[in-house]
């Protein structure tokens, strides 16, 4: 009998596969330059879990999207391609956009608490493996690695409505304990961004009870609703708009501070290799250099500072000079036992 797909016209416009398609075109590819002549019958086979149309269809996108020179022969009763040389063009195939691609796997553990997990490392996997089998390419899995940080599992009843409140525009309602509360406390919220930062997923939007733009721990927040609320996203939703042009996380103030703060010792080539704000100016000194910039993230950068312990030292403003002593006090006071 002959193939279904020689005597189907071709549809003026193909649709583009999707999740494991590319994997599935590299296939087909490699089968019908192998002069095999295979059917669609044939390849569906191959490729378990597929249906025939599926093939049929990916071999009428391969001709018309792709340009193929798809040939049906009767007596093969299979396809081959009139232009042996050819092979379907591929945005990944070049060593370095292969390697782009596993790191960007690799960096997925990042989402690994998440339910998207495993659909993003499918997706790149149907786009990666066929072409690290074919050139050898797969050695960054254990050469390039993005080391693991203290995370927290969000369940999939937290990250879907936030999720689909984020592109819908759609107001949530949740059950959260802050970080001084003792119980959890209704809130209702126009979600403006879903951030990650140090290992935490939150959620930045506006709280209507408190009239003002809060940060939640996704870690924190039960009982999500929602509801069929919409609201407009205003244009300065963004939350780097209001940081500063510094890079210390997803936390910010509401007042632009100048700050200057000299480093020494082993701190000095710690704090050079880094951009820490748009502004940043370093100037070397006797015994180390001091960095200025601006930034409304006050107690972050108070944390950032104290972290290298006595290896740095606030000079400007005053008001991070005493919130700094005051740590040290307190300190000092916990070592003698007070």
């Given at each position: 009998m002959m193939d279904?797909?020689?005597?189907?016209?071709?549809?003026?416009r193909a649709s583009i596969p999707v999740r494991s398609g590319m994997a599935?075109?590299?296939?087909?590819?490699k089968e019908i330059a192998s002069g095999k002549f295979p059917n669609t019958g044939y390849l569906a086979k191959k490729w378990e879990g597929i249906s025939i149309s599926t093939i049929s269809r990916d071999i009428e996108f391969m001709r018309d999207s792709l340009n193929a020179p798809i040939e049906y022969d009767a007596l093969h009763r299979g396809y081959y391609y009139s232009e042996p040389l050819y092979r379907i063009p591929t945005g990944f195939s070049g060593a370095d956009e292969l390697l782009a691609l596993g790191m960007a796997k690799n960096i997925l553990t990042l989402y690994k608490d998440t339910p998207i997990y495993d659909a993003a490392h499918h997706l790149l996997d149907s786009i990666i493996a066929p072409l690290a089998a074919e050139s050898n390419s797969d050695w960054y899995e254990s050469?390039?690695?993005?080391?693991?940080?203290?995370?927290?599992?969000?369940?999939?009843?937290?990250?879907?409505?936030?999720?689909?409140?984020?592109?819908?525009?759609?107001?949530?309602t949740f059950e959260y304990q802050g970080a001084y509360d003792e119980d959890y406390k209704h809130r209702r919220v126009?979600?403006?961004?879903?951030?990650f930062d140090t290992g935490l997923w939150y959620l930045r939007g506006f709280a209507e009870e408190r009239k003002g733009i809060r940060i939640f721990s996704?870690?924190?927040?039960k009982n999500v609703v929602l509801t069929k609320d919409h609201f407009l996203l205003p244009k300065d939703f963004d939350y780097r708009v209001g940081i500063g042009g510094s890079h210390f996380g997803i936390f910010d103030g509401h007042k632009k501070h100048r700050f200057k703060i000299a480093f020494y010792d082993y701190s000095v080539m710690w704090v050079t290799d880094r951009q820490w704000a748009d502004d940043q100016k370093i100037t070397e000194t006797e015994d180390g250099v001091i960095i200025t910039f601006t930034s409304t993230q006050f107690e972050k950068v108070v944390e950032w500072v104290l972290s290298r312990g006595c290896t740095a030292r606030p000079l400007e403003p005053e008001l991070l000079v005493n919130a700094w002593q005051s740590n040290i006090e307190e300190m000092q006071k916990m070592a003698r036992g007070k």
């Amino acid at each position: 009998m002959m193939d279904t797909m020689a005597n189907e016209k071709k549809p003026a416009r193909a649709s583009i596969p999707v999740r494991s398609g590319m994997a599935r075109l590299y296939f087909i590819d490699k089968e019908i330059a192998s002069g095999k002549f295979p059917n669609t019958g044939y390849l569906a086979k191959k490729w378990e879990g597929i249906s025939i149309s599926t093939i049929s269809r990916d071999i009428e996108f391969m001709r018309d999207s792709l340009n193929a020179p798809i040939e049906y022969d009767a007596l093969h009763r299979g396809y081959y391609y009139s232009e042996p040389l050819y092979r379907i063009p591929t945005g990944f195939s070049g060593a370095d956009e292969l390697l782009a691609l596993g790191m960007a796997k690799n960096i997925l553990t990042l989402y690994k608490d998440t339910p998207i997990y495993d659909a993003a490392h499918h997706l790149l996997d149907s786009i990666i493996a066929p072409l690290a089998a074919e050139s050898n390419s797969d050695w960054y899995e254990s050469r390039i690695v993005v080391p693991q940080v203290p995370s927290a599992p969000i369940p999939p009843e937290v990250w879907n409505p936030v999720t689909t409140a984020l592109q819908e525009n759609r107001v949530l309602t949740f059950e959260y304990q802050g970080a001084y509360d003792e119980d959890y406390k209704h809130r209702r919220v126009r979600p403006y961004q879903l951030l990650f930062d140090t290992g935490l997923w939150y959620l930045r939007g506006f709280a209507e009870e408190r009239k003002g733009i809060r940060i939640f721990s996704l870690r924190r927040i039960k009982n999500v609703v929602l509801t069929k609320d919409h609201f407009l996203l205003p244009k300065d939703f963004d939350y780097r708009v209001g940081i500063g042009g510094s890079h210390f996380g997803i936390f910010d103030g509401h007042k632009k501070h100048r700050f200057k703060i000299a480093f020494y010792d082993y701190s000095v080539m710690w704090v050079t290799d880094r951009q820490w704000a748009d502004d940043q100016k370093i100037t070397e000194t006797e015994d180390g250099v001091i960095i200025t910039f601006t930034s409304t993230q006050f107690e972050k950068v108070v944390e950032w500072v104290l972290s290298r312990g006595c290896t740095a030292r606030p000079l400007e403003p005053e008001l991070l000079v005493n919130a700094w002593q005051s740590n040290i006090e307190e300190m000092q006071k916990m070592a003698r036992g007070k």
